[in-house]
């Protein structure tokens, strides 16, 4: 079979975008949480499809050259027409923390290609490159994206240009080739560039989910809507680690619309330390309530100064919560899950015994945080529904939504 694209995700947020844009556009998609074993592949042998979801986004340059080139190998290996590292729509990067440049270098190296191209616009997802510029909703207004409320003062990696590749000159030598996507017209013409690639250029590309748009659109592929209906769920556990101004939003109209609020120490859970908040949220669920588990309330409670005098403080912060949803799933055979965060969500998914997704329904309002179905070889994750939610994605009303089923 002629595959048309293998992709990996720089977190799991943004590899769930990918594969929403791809299925609702009738491409057979499926998500790997890691490289998959023969057993666990051979289900999606023939799907047109594969995404790889990694962590790089909230990784170092020096962990990207000891990891990606084992990934970019596997996916080379499945012989697609494309190939796509898969970068956050809002950019942030920097030279020394997922840095999309060094990606580009081991891309590059691995696939043989002396030029990369890059798409970051995506209409869509609220979205745009105009003029090489980068721009992003917020409440309603676009930002360009050094002016962005939340992304110019990202906790871990700050947006203080709107060039996007004065941005990248920062962190690759590289030759790059961006093209601008503001609108429908320059998103079909920016899948049909690609599609035209010569065979030196190809398959190695790089972009948000704006390239799997730009190539349907190209491809004139049209939009499904024939996705089982999404029915309520009695209780919904919902772990976050956002500290975006979005999520804080959410949180809030949850508490006011059937949620009780767990209020989680972010240092002790960096530090391990979670069995009192298991215990607190198992006792919620066994009252037949919902448990709304969160590490921050908007920007102002970010504590990340202080995680950082705890090593790989972060990172465990995320296993932690994790291990939260791992023990309560499997407790209280819970048939939904949320995870909010990209970060949060690319390391705390890791810690349940999931192999893989495919996409269950995409939430049309709020594109990007797909319903996901889970696929494991324990009967206590296998079938899960799992959303994924970046922080800035998502309407007020996003967690109660995906507790009632209202699609």
Not at 144 to 157: A, G
Not at 335 to 343: M, P, Y
Request: glycine letters at 8%; charged letters at 20%.
């Amino acid at each position: 079979m002629t595959r048309l694209i293998t992709y990996y995700g720089d977190d799991f947020t943004g590899s769930t975008d990918v594969m929403e844009a791809l299925t609702c556009h009738g491409v057979s998609t499926v998500l790997f949480t890691h490289s998959p074993s023969a057993q666990e592949f051979a289900p999606f042998a023939q799907f047109e499809a594969i995404g790889l979801a990694g962590t790089s986004r909230s990784q170092t340059p020096a962990w990207m050259e000891e990891n990606l080139p084992a990934s970019f190998t596997w996916l080379k290996s499945l012989d697609a027409k494309f190939c796509h590292y898969k970068v956050c729509s809002t950019f942030d990067s920097s030279p020394h923390m997922g840095s999309i440049g060094r990606a580009i270098d081991v891309g590059l190296r691995i696939f043989d290609q002396e030029q990369v191209e890059l798409i970051v616009g995506a209409p869509q997802i609220k979205r745009f490159t105009f003029a090489g510029h980068l721009f992003a909703a917020y409440q309603g207004r676009i930002f360009r994206i050094d002016r962005h409320p939340v992304m110019s003062v990202h906790p871990v990696t700050p947006m203080d240009e709107s060039d996007v590749l004065i941005h990248l000159a920062k962190q690759t030598k590289a030759q790059v080739h961006l093209s601008d996507v503001f609108d429908a017209v320059s998103q079909e013409a920016a899948g049909e560039a690609l599609l035209a690639l010569p065979p030196a250029s190809l398959p190695f590309v790089v972009g948000s989910s704006g390239v799997e748009y730009a190539l349907m659109a190209a491809m004139r592929k049209q939009r499904r809507s024939d996705f089982a209906h999404v029915p309520k769920v009695d209780r919904l556990l919902v772990i976050s680690g956002s500290v975006s101004p979005t999520t804080e939003r959410q949180i809030a109209y949850a508490c006011t619309h059937g949620f009780t609020a767990l209020s989680a120490d972010p240092l002790d859970l960096a530090r391990g330390n979670y069995q009192a908040l298991l215990a607190e949220a198992a006792t919620l669920l066994g009252q037949g309530k919902s448990p709304l588990i969160y590490t921050a309330s908007g920007p102002a409670s970010d504590q990340g100064d202080a995680l950082k005098d705890i090593p790989a403080g972060r990172e465990q912060l995320s296993k932690s919560l994790g291990q939260i949803a791992k023990a309560l799933v499997a407790r209280f055979h819970l048939k939904r899950l949320v995870i909010a965060g990209g970060d949060t969500s690319s390391h705390a998914l890791g810690e349940l015994e999931i192999h893989a997704l495919t996409m269950r329904f995409p939430l049309v309002q709020t594109p990007g945080s797909p319903l996901c179905k889970a696929y494991s070889s324990h009967a206590n994750f296998d079938g899960l529904e799992v959303a994924l939610k970046g922080g800035q994605v998502g309407g007020d009303d996003y967690f109660v939504k995906l507790k009632e089923g209202l699609f």
